[in-house]
């Protein structure tokens, strides 16, 4: 299956890219195992997310979700969504 994943803000500035894709079946935990070794700059970041920590959401198909058993499927989008401040 064929997940997109999107980085913004400053969570893009950590990785270097804006989006990337991966080719993976399963949950949403597995997704980000796979993505934390890929980018191990995001460890704590991931962390925080799977122990619902931290300011930092996930969205799957724009929709925030807690839901790490989520099963992914082909063509599903996910997010990093870090906090968003303003002025």
Do not use: C, W
Request: zero cysteines; hydrophobic letters at 40%; glycine letters at 6%.
């Amino acid at each position: 299956m064929k997940i997109t994943v999107l980085y913004f803000a400053q969570i893009k500035e950590l990785v270097g890219i804006e989006q990337e894709f991966y080719y993976v079946s399963g949950s949403l935990k597995l997704l980000l195992d796979r993505i934390q070794e890929a980018h191990p700059e995001l460890t704590r970041i991931i962390t925080e997310i799977q122990n619902h920590k931290g300011d930092t959401a996930i969205a799957v198909n724009m929709e925030i979700s807690h839901d790490m058993m989520y099963e992914l499927r082909d063509e599903d989008e996910i997010a990093f969504i870090p906090p968003i401040s303003g002025g």
